[in-house]
């Protein structure tokens, strides 16, 4: 039961020693699945693998995963599912007083079958079922105290009588351990207690599993492990059983090459049974719980854990590792440089190094590093604060500038380069252990990117302002022509790429390439290269100019390697899982370390694959239809599916996780550049074509299609009315709409003649209504012409009238002449001035002219109304009277009577209305009024 003090101390030594030669080991990645992903319970009490799929115990439910989607299933008593075991297609699972399976309906659909239904319900009152088993023609579902066992359709009941706890099928038999018992073994369906193993009565035996054909190691939660080769009983005498009492062994699950320790306090541990050599896999280093309560290993090399929060998965022969698994925090990863077996990484908080004993910082760094360049023995630096080389991991300036975004050596000029940074363009010169620093003369803004065309001509990119094409001095130090017409040739001036590829200079913008032509001195579209990417010409580069492979980043976020540029078939994508919403957007980087190690910038991490393993371990698999639903409604799998156009048709498929197999589809036998990528596993069809459509689903690895596929046939049916019954609904169309025209026709040849009639009364109304208009219209001309004589009556009259009245105040006036020229002889002065009152009343009689303004207004009813509105507030009552008098065109010498003046009063009048009415000297007043 003990080993001696001499191995006590021997395998702490090598204890010590593993630890020391684990230490800088790479871990490979681990792919976390949370609630957000399955939408279901946070812990996950069991997990088992079976066609592909993964299979989870879950707080409350079963889930399955199918490498692309989760799907969860409820237990008709809705309880947690405490164990979960997939036996022969079937899904075994055990909750609280319920056990049983589940199979594939024809839809692909899940459906559960209660198996604890017959047996009495007091043999599995308070019981939940924590392990199920396959021995022999049995399965055994395992509870705290009793054991089920089904087999033949029929269900038999053992109790021990004990708390049972660990069990498992090892080497064709079935162990089982009871507490302050021992281990027993099931034999024909009896239980049968084995002497041996009382000595583990007193511990907690979590796990038994077989090491080899002939021994079975033993796990218990606190108190190591233990081989019993079904006579003798021993500690297991390995360094590598400390951690198992260290940290609460829960699960260990055995392969050929590897042991796996699943810890309550510590995760897992990965030990490697022909190298001897572990590591492990926590939260410091990606895990997202340190709880596993559940492991599967499977064919392809990926370890399932079920933890106390979540699901994770690990391809334990890894290609692709992270750089910083214990999580520090590094911030954004800017550039890398790999020297001496180390990873120098630029990032925003300063210069990491990561090697094999983990990630150290590069004191003096602190800040936002841009740019790393390897210069033979050391580092150059481009810093938001200056410009550094690191030499022997030590930080030492070399210039003030500031901001170098890109460090280029001038060909033909060794130790010479050139660097874009925040201020324009810097010379620098190596000489010896020294730098010089020159700032470049005739440029003044931001260069983020600097790629030369020949000598003494290159192309810069502005940090956001596009792209010049600038001329050097012979020697380098001063720019002596920005050519700035290029940047009207792009979409969008912002974030143009510059590259140079296969000898030209070509741009990325907007989801295009184009290319400099130096014949035309022109930017045009990038051809060749939009022919050589095909349907991935969205892509850019993100790893350094003539560097092979190269690898690719497409504007929906994803990542593929081409070992050779020109060829597709050399194409192969990255799993998205492993740098999903990790790239640096528009910073992305990648470096090229060797033809088996690519090195990719994420936050706060450097993803390492190997392009060589990834390619070599890409086997297609054929992609497996697990749904297809017609609007919504699961269908059966293996029938014809008929399908009207307006229906829609979703399939949802599958190939492994982390397969690196792209799913594809096409709607007939074509060329393979008519497949289309299904990026989720959905396939979303709608409107096809009447008739028979075959769906064909593939993988595709390396950009090549694989001969292993799918083909669904789907029949869209012709519309009923495109049918025999359609035919003779036409039919009964057309003779109802022959009989509706005819009946038509003929109501309208009635409406029709009816019409006529009415026509011909109506014309025969508004011949009538015309001859009326042209009674009226003769008798309006006569009626017109007796106005017009009885006007010229009343005018001639009116005109008489004046006449008379100056005839009148003209013998009136004379008359008062003669009185005043006989005044001396008068002797009776009362009568006398009696009779000159009575002349001068007559003469300016307001009587006569009321008569006159009355006859006047009715030949010129509006003579004076619109004489006022035209000339408001000016005109006296005398000037209305000397206008009327105009108006009827009579001379000065006949209105001095009517007015009792002179003529030259009358003259002096007409001056001062002509000044009232505002008349130039060129109008006549006469005319004026006539008008009025």
């Known amino acids: ?57 879950n707080n409350e439910g079963l889930l399955e995963f199918d490498g692309i989607q989760w799907r969860f299933y409820e237990l008709p008593n809705k309880t947690i599912v405490r164990s979960v075991a997939y036996i022969d297609k079937k899904i075994y699972t055990g909750s609280y007083e319920e056990f049983g399976y589940w199979e594939k309906t024809s839809t692909g659909q899940l459906k559960y079958y209660s198996l604890s239904e017959k047996i009495e ?79 583990l009565k007193n511990y907690k035996v979590q796990t038994v599993n077989a090491i080899s054909s002939n021994e079975v190691l033993i796990g218990t939660s606190l108190n190591g492990c233990f081989i019993w080769d079904g006579k003798l009983l021993r500690p297991w005498n390995h360094p590598f059983n400390a951690i198992s009492k260290q940290n609460q062994l829960n699960k260990i699950t055995i392969s050929k090459d590897f042991i796996f320790m699943g810890t309550i306090k510590n995760g897992v541990y990965v030990f490697n049974i022909k190298s001897q050599r572990y590591y492990n896999l926590n939260v410091q280093n990606g895990l997202q719980n340190n709880t596993v309560l559940g492991s599967v290993f499977n064919e392809r090399g990926m370890l399932w854990l079920s933890l106390d929060n979540g699901v994770s998965a690990i391809p334990i022969h890894f290609n692709a590792y992270y750089l910083n698994p214990s999580k520090e925090d590094i911030g954004g990863v800017y550039d890398m440089v790999v020297y001496n077996g180390d990873t120098y990484i630029a990032t925003n908080t300063g210069v990491y190094v990561s090697g094999d004993n983990g990630i150290s910082f590069i004191d003096g760094s602190q800040g936002h590093i841009w740019d790393l360049t390897l210069v033979g023995d050391v580092i150059v630096c481009g810093h938001n604060l200056g410009t550094y080389q690191i030499k022997n991991k030590k930080w030492e300036s070399i210039s003030p500038q500031n901001g170098g975004y890109v460090f280029r050596e001038i060909k033909g000029r060794p ?27 005739g440029i003044d803004f931001p260069v983020k990117r600097l790629v030369f065309e020949k000598d003494h001509i290159a192309w810069v990119a502005h940090a956001y302002k596009g792209v010049f094409r600038i001329h050097f001095s012979e020697d380098y130090k001063k720019i002596t022509k920005i050519e700035k017409q290029y940047t009207k040739d792009f979409a969008n001036s912002y974030m143009i790429k510059l590259f140079k590829i296969e000898g030209q200079i070509a741009f990325y913008n907007e989801k295009e390439w184009l290319v400099y032509n130096p014949l035309e001195e022109k930017i045009v579209p990038f051809e060749s290269l939009n022919t050589i990417l095909g349907k991935d010409k969205d892509a850019y580069p993100i790893t350094d100019q003539d560097i092979e492979p190269i690898v690719f980043k497409k504007s929906d976020g994803t990542l593929f390697v081409r070992e050779d540029l020109n060829s597709r078939d050399s194409q192969f994508y990255l799993p998205l899982r492993y740098y999903n919403n990790r790239l640096l957007k528009n910073d992305e980087k990648a470096i090229v370390v060797n033809d088996s190690l690519i090195q990719i910038a994420l936050y706060n991490d450097i993803l390492a694959i190997n392009p060589q393993k990834i390619t070599a371990g890409s086997a297609p698999f054929k992609p497996k239809i697990n749904r297809i639903l017609k609007n919504g ?20 498929t599958s190939v492994p996780f982390l397969s690196n197999n792209t799913i594809v589809y096409s709607l007939s036998d074509d060329v393979e550049t008519d497949y289309r990528k299904v990026p989720n596993g959905k396939i979303m069809l709608t409107n096809l074509p009447f008739g028979e459509t075959k769906l064909n689903i593939n993988s595709m690895v390396k950009a090549k299609i694989s001969n292993l ?49 009415d026509q011909f009364e109506h014309e025969k109304e508004l011949n009538r209504k015309e001859e009326a208009l042209r009674h009226e219209k003769k008798l309006n001309e006569l009626q017109k012409k007796q106005h017009d004589l009885e006007l010229k009556g009343k005018t001639k009259e009116l005109a008489n009238t004046a006449l008379e009245m100056t005839k009148k105040n003209e013998i009136l006036m004379k008359l008062k002449d003669e009185l005043l020229y006989f005044k001396s002889e008068i002797i009776d002065k009362v ?42 507030d000016v005109l006296t009552s005398k000037d209305l009277k000397l206008c009327a008098y105009l108006k009827m065109n009579l001379s000065s010498k006949e209105i001095a009577p009517l007015m009792s003046i002179s003529v030259r009063g009358v003259e002096i009048h007409r001056y001062r209305l002509r000044k009232k009415l505002e008349l130039s000297s060129e109008q006549n007043i006469n005319e004026y009024l006539m008008n009025v």
């Open 1 to 57: 039961m003990f080993v001696s003090k001499f191995y006590k101390v021997f395998y702490s030594v090598w204890l010590f020693l593993s630890f020391f030669m684990v230490n800088g080991q790479h871990r490979p990645p681990i792919h976390n699945f949370n609630v957000h992903d399955y939408e279901a319970g946070i812990q996950n009490w069991g997990i088992t693998y079976g066609d592909n799929n993964i299979y989870v115990a």
């Open 121 to 199: 319900a007091k043999n599995i009152e308070t019981e939940s079922i924590w392990g199920i088993y396959q021995y022999k023609d049995a399965i055994i579902f395992k509870s705290f105290s009793s054991l089920f066992i089904y087999r033949n359709g029929k269900i038999e009941v053992i109790k021990p009588g004990t708390t049972i706890m660990g069990a498992n099928v090892a080497n064709g038999h079935f162990y089982v351990f009871g507490r302050e018992k021992g281990i027993y073994e099931l034999v024909d369906f009896h239980l049968i207690l084995l002497k041996e193993t009382e000595a």
């Open 415 to 441: 130790d010479t380069y050139v660097q874009g940074n925040y201020s324009g363009l810097t010379l620098y010169t190596k000489r010896d252990n020294s730098w010089e620093a020159i700032n470049i003369e």
């Open 633 to 652: 409604t699961p269908q059966p799998l293996d029938t014809v599916f008929s399908l009207k156009q307006r229906d829609t048709i979703i399939v949802e």
């Open 709 to 757: 596929g799918v083909s669904i046939p789907i029949q869209t049916k012709k519309p009923w009315y495109m049918g025999v019954w359609g035919i003779i609904l036409l039919m009964v169309i057309l003779a109802a709409l022959t009989f509706f025209v005819v009946t038509i026709n003929k109501y309208m040849l009635i409406r029709h003649k009816k019409y006529l009639e």
């Open 831 to 872: 009568r006398y001035n009696k009779l000159l009152k009575s002349v001068d009343r007559n003469i300016n009689n307001a009587n006569d002219w009321e008569i006159f303004e009355s006859n006047f207004n009715e030949i010129h009813d509006s003579f004076f109304k619109n004489l006022l509105k035209k000339h408001p």
